[in-house]
C-alpha cells in the first residue's frame, strides 16, 4: 500500500468523523441524513420517534452536529442527544424557507436540506434554545390553564348565542362569575339543554381557580423574580410568571429593547428601493407571551389602570389616529411593557410608576 493510499484512507476515516445530522421529525417516524464533512450523503435511515429508538441510534455515535427543527418532539429529542455529548441545533422553521416552498417536499429530502443548511452556517437556522424539563413542566400548567379558559369561553358564547336566538339577553358579568349570575336569566324551556353546560361552566371556572392558586405556588417557591415584576401595575401572577419561563435567561438580552423583535411586537419590514410600506408587526415568537402583553396593556390603558408615566405615554399616542391609533398605542405599551419588565428583572431596580420631570426633580 503506497503513501498516498494512506493518506487518502486516512482523511476519509477523518471526514467520516466529523459529520452533520439531519433529522426529519414526525409524530411516528423520523427521516435521518448523514452527511461527511465533505458535504457527501453517507447515510439515510428511519427510526422510530422514541426514547429507546433514538438512544440506540445516537448513544454509541461519535459526537457530531445534528439539526432538527422545533416541534412538539424536539425539547426531549434535543435533551436526550445534548446527553450523548452531541451538538444539538434546533431550528426556526420560519427560517427554513428551503423546505416550506420546495416543490419536491418528502421527509428525506427535508432530512437532507436541514444537514446541508447546519453544515454550511447553523446562524442561518436562527436556532432556538429549549427551556429546562422543570421549567417546561412548570410552563404546561399555564399552557393547560390557557386551555381552560379557552373552553370556558367557548361554552360561554353558546350559551349566549342560544338565548339570544330565543329573544331573550343575558347580563353582562366577568366570566368567572357566569355561571351564577346568569342562572335566573336563562328561559326555563332552554334549561334542559343549557342546564348542563352552566355545570360544565361552574367545573371549569373551579379548575381555573385551581390552577391560579399553583400558579401562585409556583412563583412563591421557584420564581421569585416572577413576584418582583408585579411590581408593576397591570402585571399579575399569569403575566409575570409566563414571561420568566418564556425569556428563560434574561442575560441572553444584551439590550432589554430587544424583547420588541423577539416577541413579534415591532412592524414587519419590506424596503425595497424608496419603497418602504407601513406593515402590521411581525407576530415572531412566544404568542401567548404576547397576547397576555396585549392583555396588560389593554388594562394599563383602560378605567382601571393605575396612573403611571407607561399609562400617560400610551394614552398621548392612542388620542391620534382613531381606532386605529388606539390599537397601535395598545401594541406599542405592549412592547414598552416587555422591555420595562426585562430591565427590572436584570437590574433588580424598585419600579418607580411616575418619574419626576427635570423642573419638578429641581425643586
Known amino acids: 500500500m503506497t503513501d498516498a493510499t494512506t493518506r487518502t484512507e486516512a482523511e476519509r476515516e477523518l471526514s467520516l468523523r466529523v459529520i452533520t445530522v439531519g433529522l426529519d421529525i414526525s409524530d411516528q417516524f423520523t427521516s435521518l441524513c448523514v452527511l461527511d464533512s465533505s458535504g457527501e450523503v453517507i447515510e439515510e435511515a428511519r427510526l422510530r420517534t422514541k426514547t429507546a ?6 448513544s454509541s455515535m461519535s ?20 446527553g450523548f455529548g452531541h451538538e444539538v441545533i434546533v431550528a426556526n422553521p420560519r427560517r427554513v424557507r ?3 416552498d420546495s416543490t419536491r417536499k418528502n421527509d428525506r429530502s427535508d432530512a437532507e436540506t436541514l444537514a446541508r443548511l447546519g453544515r454550511i452556517d447553523p446562524v442561518l437556522l ?11 413542566a412548570d410552563l404546561a400548567v399555564i399552557r393547560a390553564r390557557h386551555a381552560l379558559v379557552g373552553a370556558r369561553s367557548s361554552l360561554i358564547n353558546h350559551i349566549r348565542g342560544a338565548v339570544k336566538s330565543s329573544g331573550a339577553r343575558l347580563p353582562a358579568c366577568d366570566a368567572y362569575m357566569f355561571h351564577k349570575k346568569v342562572l335566573g336569566a336563562i328561559p326555563p324551556e332552554l334549561m334542559p339543554a343549557l342546564g348542563p353546560v352552566l355545570a360544565m361552566i361552574a367545573d371549569l371556572t373551579a379548575q381555573i381557580d385551581g390552577m391560579d392558586k399553583t400558579i401562585a405556588a409556583l412563583i412563591r417557591d421557584r420564581y421569585p423574580e416572577a413576584q418582583f415584576l408585579q411590581q408593576v401595575p397591570g402585571v399579575g401572577p399569569l403575566i409575570s410568571l409566563t414571561f420568566v419561563l418564556s425569556i428563560g435567561d434574561p ?27 407601513q406593515l402590521g ?15 396588560g396593556s389593554q388594562y394599563m390603558l383602560g378605567y382601571r389602570g393605575a ?37 427590572l428583572w436584570v437590574t433588580g431596580e424598585v419600579y418607580v410608576p411616575i418619574r419626576p420631570t427635570e423642573g419638578a426633580a429641581i425643586a
Request: with cysteine; aromatic share 6%.
Open 63 to 82: 459526537p457530531c452536529r445534528v439539526i432538527l427543527e422545533v416541534g412538539t418532539h424536539s425539547p426531549w429529542i434535543s435533551r436526550l442527544l445534548s
Open 126 to 136: 436562527s436556532p432556538i434554545a429549549h427551556r429546562p424539563e422543570q421549567a417546561q
Open 307 to 343: 396612573d403611571t408615566d407607561l399609562r400617560r405615554w400610551g394614552l398621548q399616542h392612542a388620542a391620534v389616529g382613531g381606532r386605529s391609533g388606539r390599537k397601535r398605542a395598545v401594541v406599542a405599551v405592549a412592547r414598552k411593557l416587555a422591555i420595562l419588565l426585562h430591565r
Open 53 to 58: 429508538a433514538f438512544s440506540q441510534r445516537f
Open 98 to 100: 428551503l423546505i416550506a
Open 251 to 277: 442575560a441572553r438580552f444584551t439590550k432589554s429593547r430587544q424583547l420588541g423583535p423577539y416577541l413579534g411586537l415591532v412592524p414587519r419590514q419590506r424596503e425595497s428601493g424608496d419603497n418602504s410600506p
Open 281 to 295: 408587526i411581525s407576530k415572531t415568537g412566544n404568542a401567548y407571551l404576547r397576547q397576555l402583553l396585549v392583555n
